[in-house]
């Protein structure tokens, strides 16, 4: 037998051994690849079918999700500098990913609402990493209770506001699925990170939250109140991106 007949032969025998083990969502990608290899098939699995759709991530599949984000942050050039300021935690909602801010401003300088080009760098690539599969995103922009003065009528409800559509629009623009994001949400100093420090840079901070699959659609199925929340919660003191909450003070 010659050595690239062997070679292949052994190529094949471990795809095989891999599918035999693989779950039936990934086999029923691989399988569509085959019928329709042109991509035109709306069958969702591997991003090699569909149009850019990609693996549902379920429950069980968010540590993985994680692991695979924390790999492709590796290759970026200030990796080293924003490491430790990304924290992903896997949430009862879904996979939950921070962007901590430090004193000087890592991600947002302090009082912009516009990312600054390590934020950008970092959107676009979760951006392209999760705009493959077909789970629903939220984007949440928080505050420190530091009162914002900059100028008159804005205050932290606005500039959490909008931090997370800022976000939303840069993310939607280098790779998610036009709709992928179901809520933005800004929450001011309402729900504080480091609650017994109300001023801690951390406490400023964009969360993108991949939902689950299951979640994002009972969601959706349940009556909205007159505020456009599910009626089954209570309802938080949040502003969506684009609205502007009665005049309140930011605490």
């Not at 979760?126 to 999760?130: G, I």
């Given at each position: 037998m010659a050595y690239a007949d062997f070679v292949?032969?052994?190529?094949?025998?471990?795809?095989?051994?891999?599918?035999?083990?693989?779950?039936?969502?990934?086999?029923?990608?691989?399988?569509?690849?085959?019928?329709?290899?042109?991509?035109?098939?709306?069958?969702?699995?591997?991003?090699?079918t569909g149009q850019g759709?990609?693996?549902e991530i379920s429950k069980d599949d968010m540590g993985e999700l994680k692991d695979r984000l924390e790999s492709a942050m590796k290759s970026m050039p200030r990796f080293e500098d924003m490491k430790d300021?990304?924290?992903?935690?896997?949430?009862?909602?879904?996979?939950?990913?921070?962007?901590?801010?430090?004193?000087?401003?890592?991600?947002?300088?302090?009082?912009?609402p516009m990312p600054s080009s390590v934020g950008e760098e970092l959107l676009v690539l979760?951006?392209?990493?999760?705009g493959q599969m077909p789970n629903n995103l939220l984007i949440e922009g928080h505050t420190d209770a530091k009162p914002f003065a900059a100028k008159a009528g804005y205050s932290n409800w606005e500039l959490s506001a909008d931090r997370a559509n800022a976000a939303r629009h840069l993310m939607e623009s280098a790779g998610l699925r036009q709709?992928?994001?179901?809520?933005?949400?800004g929450f001011a100093d309402r729900r504080l990170r480091v609650a017994d420090n109300p001023v801690h840079a951390s406490n400023r901070r964009?969360?993108?939250?991949?939902?689950?699959?299951?979640?994002?659609?009972?969601?959706?199925?349940?009556?909205?109140?007159a505020n456009?929340?599910?009626?089954?919660?209570?309802?938080?003191?949040?502003?969506?991106?684009?609205?502007?909450?009665?005049?309140?003070?930011?605490?």
């Open positions: 292949t032969a052994m190529m094949a025998f471990f795809m095989v051994m891999w599918l035999m083990n693989a779950s039936p969502k990934v086999q029923e990608a691989v399988g569509g690849y085959f019928r329709d290899p042109t991509g035109k098939g709306k069958a969702s699995g591997s991003t090699l759709e990609g693996v300021q990304v924290q992903m935690t896997v949430t009862g909602e879904g996979l939950r990913i921070e962007l901590l801010e430090t004193d000087k401003g890592m991600f947002f300088a302090s009082g912009s979760l951006a392209n990493q999760l709709g992928q994001v179901a809520q933005v949400r964009i969360s993108v939250i991949v939902q689950y699959q299951a979640t994002a659609a009972s969601e959706d199925a349940k009556p909205a109140d456009g929340a599910p009626a089954s919660q209570e309802s938080k003191p949040e502003t969506e991106a684009g609205a502007r909450p009665e005049a309140k003070p930011a605490h």
